[in-house]
Nanobody
Framework: QVQLAESGGGLVQAGGSLRLSCAAS????????MGWFRQAPGKEREFVAA????????SYADSVKGRFTISRDNAKNTVYLQMNSLKPEDTAVYYC????????????WGQGTQVTVSS
């Protein structure tokens, strides 16, 4: 069992930055691929970024590539999402996810943290 808790969301002006954190419980955190998803009002949840358990590979949605960076610290059971050059269209609830296989089918979800970017 893995429990995930996001933090770091908030209100920021366009062009600003935020760093989201996701703290995980469970002894085998280091063996899970971790990812971030987001859901804007009236839209479906969409993939944002992912990182493998070994930190050898990361992937990003085209809409955030070059602006967002995912990282993880397995010693701290934490995954991060550094978001720079934020745009109003980045406004959404951001969810952390953990997957034992493919990040497209997570096994666990966090409760979400709101990110609001004002223009």
């Amino acid at each position: 069992q893995v429990q995930l808790a996001e933090s770091g969301g908030g209100l920021v002006q366009a062009g600003g930055s935020l760093r989201l954190s996701c703290a995980a419980s469970g002894r085998i955190f280091s063996r899970y691929a971790m990812g971030w998803f987001r859901q804007a009002p009236g839209k479906e949840r969409e993939f944002v970024a992912a990182i493998t358990w070994s930190v050898l590979s990361t992937s990003y949605a085209d809409s955030v590539k070059g602006r967002f960076t995912i990282s993880r610290d397995n010693a701290k059971n934490t995954v991060y999402l550094q978001m720079n050059s934020l745009k109003p269209e980045d406004t959404a609830v951001y969810y952390c996810a953990a997957a034992s296989t493919a990040i497209a089918t997570p096994d666990y979800w966090g409760q979400g943290t709101q990110v609001t970017v004002s223009s």
